[in-house]
């Protein structure tokens, strides 16, 4: 047999909530993947002799409050491919580029219980956000001295147009002495509207830099997200995501403060959201695989918008705050 | 890599049934699970020092007969805790203190051909049961010297009621010499009704005694089941389940006999069920995790009701006899 | 812990097929099991001593362009059982005997791309083919020398009826020197029609034949179907499924071409699309366990009727024409 592993991210606590519901009331509830999305699955290499190695992956998430599934089975990962001297190229469902890249640059590592690096939250869902995966991709990585690289394509598969719901993801990132550096881009195509000719266009950058100094760490980022219709006489789309945050570590206590701000662009001015939430999360580790950490967090939307602190979740208030506690077990 | 298992149990066989459809027709089928639910999973535990261990568990059940899942995909466990000398704490889904006490009551273990120790049958599935499983759940676990004793609340998870849809379970159950006694109590809210004000209550309590006598095993048990209704004027929906049951042991033979029955309450005179139910089981060890079993039981309704084995399916006579012969593989 | 094993196949690669859509695009897309169906699952046994082993088995497919599950979670294993040397016995969902000995006379061994010894794919999906895997099985299998037999129930589980929705499978091959032969024949109830007493009646049998000669194998096969409808005055479905191919192996190196032709029964002679696809695959292998492959298929069809590589989607010309190169990895 091969090398295969049987590996998981297994993450769950207790979070109380304001502003739950319509009604204003609070909820206390048991969440799943407070710190990291609770997930599960195998990898596996095979030497394939002159530094050449065969690479697999399926992974998918759960969500331990009820046991169910999260998305498809081996939503999170489900790919195969080579790793040598090149780089790594595999072939399948997988993270793109960006997110591969841009977690490095998040101080919350895209922590459902609080980040909204992956997507900033306001006025709706997931809004402004990358793309996290691609489904039917080819992802090269590669790294080179401090610098890593890569490219990541999702075919559209549309039959008789090879650009029509095309997407790609494209960028790197380069650390050397206290500095780090990242910059990315991805393009998500629609399909062709008879209407128009024209289709959906999604583009979203994202620029990153890292400074460590001692124990501390000091971490900023932001995206440049913007949707042009495939419609006719129907305006752009725009908001960018700022955030700015330090970690301070010392064994075995790991403290992170960070704020996000989104700003929501093309909107009538008393439709302007512009979303901010400040997150403090303090993790003491029992183990290098075991955690508990408590995480708090402040969302406030301006001109009485609805914002939530969950990239998931729609708010039902202006301002919602939130404390997590929980324990996560890396097997 | 943590200590990480994979296991599981893969349980089936082919059971006859009579009374199996409308027209009286009978049927022989393949069945999966006949003395425990065929199921796979992880579970592993990391040890933090000082007699403290992280533990998690994924379970699933699965289908032999299709191959499909049993519900969701980790449905019977989906949890993370820490275990040490104070206990057991898990948050998550998981069965509840309730199921963990009665199992070791039930002269059947809770086999699905055949018992009732979970749910009685009496017209309809499931009815005057108890229920097995919480979402959003912590549960704790301790033992002292005989006593095993533990609580699990399940979140309700309602914004702005806490005690809406709220469940828990509480009890214990001690071992000393031959003897064993065992009291668990549950209680399941629904959310409160506007028109009256008030919620669905619906409580169990169990009781259990146990005696040992060399290669015998003595078990009787009870249910008080109660549903009380948020709604105006609606009387009780009550039923009580009772169930004695000895086992001879003498390896490689393991030989159960046990009896079943629902006392129904509050209801008209003719529609009164009050099911009996008479197993018996010979179970046959290959291996220490490998066993062919026949189980035979036979069920019957007062006043021309229906009444089924099985805790799952509706009967279609007043009477059901069933035999099934399997094997089961503990992995 | 007894023996259990975590095992699987991740292929994927990227196929080009024309006439893709109705409005004669092509596609490029990302294929899941080009060669073999992706797949991942959990095997073990348990020695009982004297020669008898417990064995079981859950596996499922995985498609690896999204992630998703292929069917029920474990569709294409669960089962339970006991081997020695008697043979084996399995209870539960599996493959049927009839594939387990066509697949070694398949030129092809049943790849998605291309092959069509399963189901033969003319003017629609799956037509003129095999039944792949029954629900509620009892399955043996016995070898005695060259010899390797077998038969598979599938109960149809219709209370008042064990006829009805039966399914069987029976059949053998022999292996001798250069030559190996096999013969297998199925059959597949449906329900009895309330309005004739009939019920629907699927029949398929298989002939196949190999020879070796140095780093050749030739293979040709037969598979003659049909559907008796159970309905009156309704006319038979026929299809009869024909191929042949010859395999060159030299290691690394694999090469095979092979031809599938369908003469489609009892149709308009204008509607006769009597198919035929000739497939030609290199396979060049890194490891023991990993391979990259490339497949050219073309497949047409008589008097303009539609016709597609793929057993499993439509076609949308009376022609097509696919490459496929991919990656296999077996761990």
Same mark, same amino acid.
């Given at each position: 047999?091969?090398?295969?592993?049987?590996?998981?991210?297994?993450? @769950? +606590?207790?979070?109380?909530?304001?502003?739950?519901?319509?009604?204003?009331?609070?909820?206390?509830?048991?969440?799943?993947?407070?710190?990291?999305?609770?997930?599960? !699955?195998?990898?596996?290499?095979?030497?394939?002799?002159?530094? /050449?190695?065969?690479?697999?992956?399926?992974?998918?998430? &759960?969500?331990?409050?009820?046991?169910?599934?999260?998305?498809?089975?081996?939503?999170? *990962?489900?790919?195969?491919?080579?790793?040598? +001297?090149?780089?790594? &190229?595999?072939?399948?469902?997988?993270?793109?580029?960006?997110?591969?890249?841009?977690?490095?640059?998040?101080?919350?590592?895209?922590?459902?219980?609080?980040?909204? @690096?992956?997507?900033? =939250?306001?006025?709706?869902?997931?809004?402004?956000?990358?793309?996290?995966?691609?489904?039917?991709?080819?992802?090269?990585? +590669?790294?080179? #001295?401090?610098?890593?690289?890569?490219?990541?394509?999702?075919? !559209?598969?549309?039959?008789?147009?090879?650009?029509?719901?095309?997407?790609?993801?494209? #960028?790197?990132?380069?650390?050397?002495?206290?500095?780090? /550096?990242? @910059?990315?881009?991805?393009?998500? =195509?629609?399909?062709? /509207? @008879?209407?128009?000719?024209?289709?959906? $266009?999604?583009?979203?950058?994202?620029?990153?830099?890292?400074? %460590?100094? !001692?124990?501390?760490?000091?971490?900023?980022?932001?995206?440049?997200?913007?949707?042009?219709?495939? %419609?006719?006489?129907?305006?752009?789309?725009?908001?960018?995501?700022?955030?700015?945050?330090?970690?301070?570590?010392?064994?075995?206590?790991? &403290?992170?403060?960070?704020?996000?701000?989104? =700003?929501?662009?093309?909107?009538?001015?008393?439709?302007?959201?512009?979303?901010?939430? /400040?997150?403090?999360?303090?993790?003491?580790?029992?183990? $290098?695989?075991?955690?508990?950490?408590?995480?708090?967090?402040?969302? %406030?939307?301006?001109?009485?918008?609805?914002? +939530?602190?969950?990239?998931?979740?729609?708010?039902? #208030?202006?301002? *919602?705050?939130?404390?997590?506690?929980?324990?996560?077990?890396?097997?």
């Amino acid at each position: 047999q091969t090398n295969v592993q049987v590996y998981g991210i297994m993450d @769950a +606590g207790v979070e109380y909530v304001n502003h739950a519901n319509a009604n204003d009331g609070s909820q206390v509830r048991v969440v799943s993947g407070g710190k990291n999305t609770s997930r599960w !699955g195998f990898r596996g290499s095979e030497d394939l002799g002159g530094g /050449l190695k065969a690479v697999f992956n399926l992974e998918g998430g &759960v969500m331990l409050d009820t046991g169910a599934q999260d998305g498809n089975l081996f939503k999170r *990962q489900a790919n195969v491919g080579l790793e040598g +001297g090149f780089g790594r &190229v595999i072939i399948g469902r997988s993270f793109t580029t960006t997110y591969d890249l841009v977690i490095k640059f998040d101080p919350m590592g895209f922590a459902p219980n609080y980040s909204w @690096a992956t997507s900033g =939250n306001a006025t709706g869902p997931s809004k402004y956000g990358m793309t996290t995966a691609f489904d039917n991709l080819i992802k090269y990585t +590669g790294t080179t #001295g401090g610098f890593t690289y890569g490219a990541t394509v999702g075919m !559209g598969e549309q039959a008789g147009s090879a650009a029509d719901g095309r997407k790609y993801a494209v #960028g790197g990132s380069w650390f050397g002495g206290p500095v780090g /550096l990242m @910059a990315a881009y991805e393009q998500i =195509n629609g399909n062709t /509207l @008879a209407a128009t000719g024209n289709r959906d $266009k999604t583009s979203a950058f994202h620029l990153g830099a890292e400074y %460590k100094a !001692g124990s501390m760490t000091y971490q900023a980022g932001m995206r440049g997200y913007k949707l042009e219709s495939g %419609k006719a006489a129907t305006p752009d789309v725009r908001g960018d995501t700022y955030w700015a945050g330090a970690t301070w570590a010392a064994y075995p206590w790991t &403290v992170t403060g960070a704020v996000y701000h989104v =700003n929501t662009k093309n909107l009538p001015a008393d439709k302007d959201a512009d979303p901010t939430m /400040l997150v403090a999360r303090a993790m003491y580790s029992l183990s $290098k695989r075991v955690w508990l950490y408590a995480s708090v967090a402040h969302a %406030k939307a301006d001109h009485g918008q609805l914002v +939530g602190l969950s990239r998931d979740d729609p708010g039902f #208030g202006s301002t *919602q705050t939130g404390i997590t506690t929980g324990i996560q077990y890396r097997f």
